[in-house]
């Protein structure tokens, strides 16, 4: 009895987590296309002070807010294997100064992430993306001719 209620919940989790899945594999994509588009050339390096939020984009990308309206977006070479769900991230800086090649993600738990790629962010039009994602096609229901008032 225990041995059939103990498969019956891991097929149920199995058949969960496949479901979950899929649109947060599509809201991931969506997502670094975004930043993508509002992403322009890239720089060898940006001033660093303060970490005012971040975004992880994957295994090996992530934005990074240095202020509301100053973002960068990093890659990193090759996967970062806790990026995406590490609940806080750091970055090595020399003199205030975040580079290429040299600096480096921190997740805590695993070895440091090398920063191979910073591009700066259009923050206007990352937001202009942002809200027109969220803008919902209405339509009314067609009237049902059987249901009556």
Request: charged content about 20%.
């Amino acid at each position: 009895m225990f041995a059939k209620r103990l498969l019956i919940g891991a097929v149920l989790a199995t058949s969960l987590a496949a479901c979950a899945s899929v649109p947060y594999a599509q809201r991931m994509s969506d997502r670094q296309a975004a930043y993508a588009a509002a992403a322009g050339e890239p720089v060898r390096s940006f001033r660093f002070f303060e970490l005012y939020s971040w975004e992880p984009l994957g295994n090996s990308q992530l934005a990074v807010y240095t202020r509301p309206n100053q973002a960068w977006l990093l890659s990193v070479s090759g996967p970062c294997p806790d990026l995406e769900f590490t609940n806080a991230i750091g970055l090595t800086s020399n003199m205030s100064e975040v580079s290429i090649n040299f600096d480096k993600v921190l997740t805590g738990r695993t070895f440091p992430c090398t920063i191979s790629q910073i591009r700066p962010i259009d923050v206007a039009k990352m937001r202009a993306v942002e809200h027109e994602q969220r803008k919902i096609e209405a339509a009314s229901r067609p009237q049902d001719p059987a249901a009556k008032n």
